[in-house]
């Protein structure tokens, strides 16, 4: 609707990454790996647990959001503000001029919600990742395109899972830890679940009416997209 979905998972995968990525961050504070993730019964479990942790270490981490605005970094600032962080919000404005941004490498956490559909040049680099100077140990790349010709955080190929949740991006203390996980509103099953089901409601309600509203666009792209088939 309008050229975006009617239903998403966007705000939750946000949520979650912003979540991963601090379990990592405390991880890497107590010279461990986070270990593999399960889901959450509730949200309220999960903030419960991620302020335990964040209690357990002597500093708090400065995050940068980029791509702030939509879903998945919404959903990104909201973990952030519940927990009392310190963060840097950037979207379309901030990130016009091209990258790569030195400013990321000033955070402790690098969380990218960006959804890209033309080639840009990227926001970070291996080989600002090698800078001996930087405060970055933690990336959570929401948007997970590893494979895509778009992606705007190339320095990576492969994505990460629930069982093994961050890929070592370089060496001993000045390493980076990666989250790339392509499911993580698995995360917090019900709370996404829940969400999508309320967003998706009243386009199935309106299911017996296909000749107007978003049935109607989805049936000309439809129409559209199979023309090379016929």
């Known amino acids: 609707d309008n050229n975006r979905r009617v239903a998403a998972f966007g705000y939750w995968a946000g949520y979650a990454g912003c979540a991963v990525a ?60 519940q927990l009392s ?5 950037w979207d379309v404005e901030e990130t016009a001029v091209g990258g790569p941004f030195p400013e990321i490498l000033e955070h402790d956490i690098f969380i990218n919600c960006v959804f890209v559909q033309q080639t840009i040049p990227p926001f970070i680099t291996t080989e600002m990742l090698a800078n001996a ?31 093994k949740p961050v890929l ?18 698995s995360l917090l099953p019900r709370e996404s679940s829940e969400d999508y089901c309320e967003q998706l409601f009243d386009t199935l309600a309106a ?3 296909i000749e107007s509203g978003a049935w109607q666009r989805a049936e000309q792209v439809f129409i559209e997209l199979t023309k090379p088939l016929r």
């Open 207 to 209: 299911l017996d009416h």
């Open 22 to 81: 601090l379990k990592a961050w405390v991880a890497k504070q107590q010279q461990g790996t986070l270990a593999p993730l399960t889901s959450y019964a509730s949200n309220d479990k999960l903030l419960g647990e991620l302020g335990a942790l964040l209690d357990s270490v002597a500093t708090k981490p400065r995050l940068i959001v980029i791509g702030a605005k939509g879903r998945s970094g919404q959903g990104a600032i909201k973990l952030a503000d």
């Open 168 to 185: 070592q991006l370089g060496e001993g203390e000045a390493a980076v830890d990666l989250v790339a996980i392509d499911h993580l509103p």
């Open 85 to 89: 962080l310190e963060y840097t919000a």
């Open 133 to 163: 100077d930087k405060k970055l140990s933690v990336i959570c790349d929401v948007s997970c395109d590893p494979y895509g010709d778009y992606n705007p955080v190339p320095i990576y190929n492969e994505c990460t899972t629930f069982d």
